[in-house]
């Protein structure tokens, strides 16, 4: 298990396309995260997943915006009629059960919007 | 609501020099305050956390709940401790209260 994978690790797709990215986190992480950094922010919290459980979603994750963990393993993060503002990085993280105060942060798919 | 800030985008430190990376927050509970850390090419890692009051590579940072700070420190900086840094505010163990709010960051640079 060499961590939390995310797959592609860039994406470049025109405006009003839409888009699904993928995060496998570490085996037995029954926790999963997904953050949005935008340059010379920290990420944002978009939304978490305990097991297949969407359990908080951000404001900033609107209708456009949908995330689903089906078997509580991998999620997908899909970003429908994609605008020039969703432009950014997509992290995904996971946490163990018993220490989810340390999340393990994937390399990230980074997003272009032309 | 709760938010971090961290007033310097940018620090740069001697080799051997002090380091204090400043970080305020603002919760109305019991936060639990992380500083993670991002090495070149590297993905985001958690650096210590102020409950466990631990020093990781030579870095602590004390919670003041007066100032509602969360200094970072260490004594004698190394070049390997350049890097993104960013500190994160988790609004106490309560479930449904599992985000992290994260700084902007700050870019330690050690100057060799």
């Known amino acids: 298990d060499t961590g939390v994978s995310q797959n592609p690790r860039h994406k470049i797709t025109k405006r009003g396309q839409n888009v699904t990215f993928r995060c496998d986190p570490i085996s037995e992480h029954n926790r999963l995260y997904w953050y949005r950094q935008t340059l010379g922010q920290g990420p944002e919290f978009l939304t978490y997943f305990q097991n297949e459980a969407q359990l908080e979603k951000s404001r900033l994750l609107s209708d456009r915006f949908s995330a689903e963990r089906p078997k509580g393993s991998f999620s997908t993060l899909e970003i429908q009629r994609t605008e020039q503002g969703d432009s950014a990085m997509y992290l995904c993280a996971s946490s163990h059960p018993g220490h989810y105060y340390e999340q393990y942060f994937g390399p990230g798919t980074r997003l272009t919007v032309t | 609501a709760q938010r971090v800030t961290q007033p310097e985008k940018l620090l740069s430190v001697f080799k051997g020099a002090p380091v204090e990376l400043k970080c305020n927050y603002s919760?109305?509970?019991?936060?639990?305050l992380f500083w993670y850390v991002q090495y070149s090419r590297q993905r985001l890692q958690l650096l210590l956390r102020?409950?466990s009051r631990e020093s990781i590579k030579g870095f602590t940072a004390d919670l003041n709940k007066g100032e509602t700070s969360f200094h970072l420190k260490k004594p004698f900086a190394q070049e390997e401790d350049s890097a993104m840094y960013y500190c994160a505010l988790r609004g106490g163990s309560n479930f449904g209260n599992e985000k992290l709010t994260f700084g902007t960051g700050t870019r330690l640079t050690i100057i060799p």
């Open positions: 102020h409950i």
């Open positions: 919760y109305s509970g019991s936060p639990e």
